[in-house]
């Protein structure tokens, strides 16, 4: 055990992320695996399209103890751009907990933007105890984040919770049933004009759909062509799906998903959507229907606020609710109160570092 006074808040680096990595594993344990891999977190905190990330440690001799990092991130906001940062990988150590650790790391953080100009800080995270940590020293939370779900094999989710074969086929069909009476989709006639078309790499119509779709919401993370790429393509560990929108020669909106396990179900999850309208969003969606059942999967699953006129219309086609909730939040480095509005914000996994 050590005193207080045997460590401090220091600027990390590089040369740090062996330390970092053997406490990422002792604060975290066997989840996702592959953010063990040295490619993963060069990736992550070195390489992002805005810059190297903010990296805060705190050591014990030789022994990293304490972890927090800051990624550079542009957000849209009425269109213009501003920088802010993206707050992740808070860890201490289970020896030097309740020793002031965290408190110190955050607050450390909070003058380091603030000596960066950054406008804002975001955070995306379901512990409680991170939660109230973050709250204690001025974060707010912004808005809930609901996992959405979408059924794709019923027998699939049934077996979950009552794993008789027969049983859970017959069940599955009789929901399968129900379901579709109420959820049925509806073709317009205007969807037949719409492509949908797989990308495996970004070209040109990228950057111009992004400028037209910056101002669909008040404010959302920066998504033009350099960010999409390193976000998806440059991954050096999971891979992803991407399909984009077509419409008249344009490109009218994207859906970015990857298959995971999630809610301890197989799943796949669309991790980023952005549509220029409900019938491209709506066209978008089916395409990821089709996907996931391609790929056996029993859920297509998202999370976004509440208060945004996706989650709306998802609800309206299908997506219920689980029990899980991710929490938004943000802390702002100006007086601006339209930052803390729910209504405001545009959020998903890709925004985040969760999937």
């Known amino acids: 055990m050590a ?6 808040v220091r600027e990390g680096s590089e040369k740090d992320m062996e330390g970092i990595l053997s406490l990422r594993e002792i604060a975290f344990g066997e989840t996702e695996k592959d953010r063990k891999d040295p490619r993963f977190w060069k990736w992550q905190f070195m390489k992002g399209p805005d810059g190297k990330a903010f990296l805060y440690i705190v050591k014990d001799g030789e022994r990293v103890i304490g972890h927090l990092a800051d990624h550079p991130r542009h957000f849209s906001i009425h269109g213009e751009l501003v920088p802010g940062v993206f707050h992740l ?45 973050l ?5 707010k939370t912004v808005a809930k984040l609901p996992v959405l779900v979408y059924p794709i094999r019923f027998k699939g989710i049934v077996n979950r919770y009552l794993p008789i074969s027969p049983l859970g086929f017959l069940l599955g069909g009789i929901l399968r049933f129900c379901y579709r009476l109420l959820f049925w989709p509806k073709k317009k006639k205007d969807d037949r004009k719409i492509e949908i078309e797989e990308v495996t790499q970004l070209d040109h119509q990228f950057d111009p759909f992004w400028e037209k779709a910056s101002s669909l919401f008040p404010i959302m993370g920066a998504r033009d062509r350099t960010f999409l790429d390193w976000r998806y393509f440059q991954h050096p560990t999971r891979r992803y799906t991407l399909y984009r929108a077509m419409k008249d020669g344009e490109m009218r909106g994207y859906i970015v998903l990857r298959k995971v396990d999630l809610l301890n179900f197989n799943c796949t999850v669309i991790v980023d959507l952005l549509a220029w309208d409900e019938a491209i969003l709506s066209a ?18 998202m999370i976004l606020p509440r208060e945004h006129l996706y989650y709306k219309i998802l609800r309206q086609r299908g997506f219920l609710p689980s029990f899980k909730t991710f929490s938004f939040m943000v802390y702002p480095h100006a007086d601006k109160p339209f930052l803390l509005s729910p209504e405001n914000w545009y959020v998903n996994w890709g925004d985040t570092d969760v999937i």
């Not at 978008?284 to 699953?301: A, F």
């Open 284 to 301: 978008l969606m089916e395409r990821g229907v089709e996907l996931s059942g391609r790929q056996g999967t029993d859920l297509l699953g």
């Open 3 to 8: 005193d207080r006074q045997n460590w401090e």
């Open 135 to 139: 709250k204690k020293v001025g974060w």
């Open 89 to 133: 990988e808070l860890m201490v150590h289970p020896d030097y907990w309740r020793k002031g650790i965290f408190r110190e790391m955050e607050k450390y953080s909070i003058r380091r933007i603030q000596n960066e100009n950054k406008l804002l800080m975001t955070a995306c995270t379901v512990r409680e105890e991170s939660i109230n940590g």
